[in-house]
């Protein structure tokens, strides 16, 4: 027995081992990865600058081409990695509070009703525009809210919320673009807003962002042991003294208010949730502890691939980057949906 106990520590310790090796790899190849995309997408365009250049043209001396690039490409890469990281935090949230690994904020509504509050201000109230993150977060609440609600019979189905949100997103998605189309399809604020599209985006852009999603990133990683207890059932975790109710909400409240910012500077953008969480739980496992931050730098990652993908594959036009994100998103979630056909019910 002995025998037998010593060598399961022994396997025991290699499987950690193994595990640790996998998780420090996948970190440092994904954020050398992300180094070099960053690199790509300041030199795609029809200018193009080394390292060296991009470095004394920020620092040392004023370089006209450093400038231009400044003002036009970097808004929106800092964006772009501020945006994904939002919205696959906000993904692997949800499905931790949901039990559902078919949740993704766009696919369950929350980004539709988000959008929809923020077209709303920007097309009939203008003056309110600089508190439009908080207009969109009342507007993703009260989706979250209606899917839950509408969901819930005697405890929540993963196929029923899935089907009422996708309802509830086409919904507000039609409202949306009613919207767009009252006001003349003219302002670019609205119709960029509507079609999930980061082109023109400013520095100012950048600030409304700055001003939410770091925090909100911030507080999910000290919501991550919370994470952890929710993947027990409710009674197990009520019997070692969680509240589960309390803590679901701060989650909840947290990953929609991600959602939210995000969809007020960019627009819907669908399936990054989606994908983001399953390939790091592949690499990192279910802890939350270092699942939130490998999902932040790879959701940055993607979509800023997804952007500059967008701006490179038909140039001098574009393509959105939520374009690219649904064209990849719907095959995936649509072999999801066939692999993990047990919780149908």
């Known amino acids: 027995m002995r025998v037998l106990s010593q060598k399961t520590e022994k396997e025991e310790k290699s499987l950690l081992k193994k595990k640790v090796v996998k998780a420090i790899t996948a970190f440092v190849l994904t954020g050398l990865v992300f180094l070099l995309v960053i690199l790509w997408a300041v030199n795609t365009g029809s200018l193009s600058i080394g390292p060296k250049e991009l470095i004394e043209g920020l620092f040392v001396q004023y370089s006209e081409k450093v400038a231009t690039i400044y003002d036009l490409r970097f808004p929106r890469i800092i964006i772009s990695i501020l945006l994904g990281a939002a919205l696959a935090v906000s993904g692997t949230l949800f499905q931790a509070v949901l039990k559902n690994p078919l949740t993704d904020p766009g696919i369950i509504g929350i980004s539709g009703g ?3 509050a923020a077209v709303l201000v920007t097309a009939f109230f ?9 207009f969109a977060f009342a507007g993703g609440l009260v989706a979250f809210l209606i899917v839950y609600t509408l969901a819930w019979k005697g405890g929540i189905s993963p196929l029923r919320i ?12 039609g409202l949306s ?6 006001s003349g399809g003219n302002q670019s604020s609205v119709a960029s807003i509507v079609e999930g599209s980061i082109t023109m985006k400013t520095w100012e852009d950048v600030r409304t962002a700055l001003y939410y999603i770091p925090i909100c990133l911030i507080l999910s990683i000290f919501l991550s042991g919370k994470c952890n207890l929710l993947s027990l059932d409710d009674k197990t975790a ?25 969809t007020a500077v960019v627009g819907v953008v669908s399936f990054l949730g989606l994908i983001v969480p399953h ?19 790879l959701g940055a990652t993607i979509y800023l691939i997804a952007d500059t993908v967008g701006r490179a594959i038909a140039a001098p036009y574009e393509i959105n980057a939520s374009i690219i994100m649904a064209v990849i998103g719907g095959p995936f979630f649509i072999l999801l949906l066939r692999r993990q056909n047990k919780y149908g019910g």
């Open 114 to 116: 988000a959008s929809f």
């Open 126 to 134: 203008p003056v309110l525009f600089a508190y439009l993150p908080l």
């Open 162 to 173: 899935i089907l009422v949100g996708i309802a509830v997103s086409t919904m507000f998605s």
């Open 177 to 182: 673009n009613a919207i767009n189309l009252m």
């Open 238 to 262: 009520r019997g070692i003294g969680v509240n589960v109710d309390r803590d679901r909400m701060i989650i909840s409240m947290t990953a929609v208010l991600l959602a939210s910012i995000a």
């Open 279 to 297: 390939i790091a739980r592949i690499l990192m496992g279910h802890n939350h502890k270092l699942l939130l931050p490998y999902s932040m730098l």
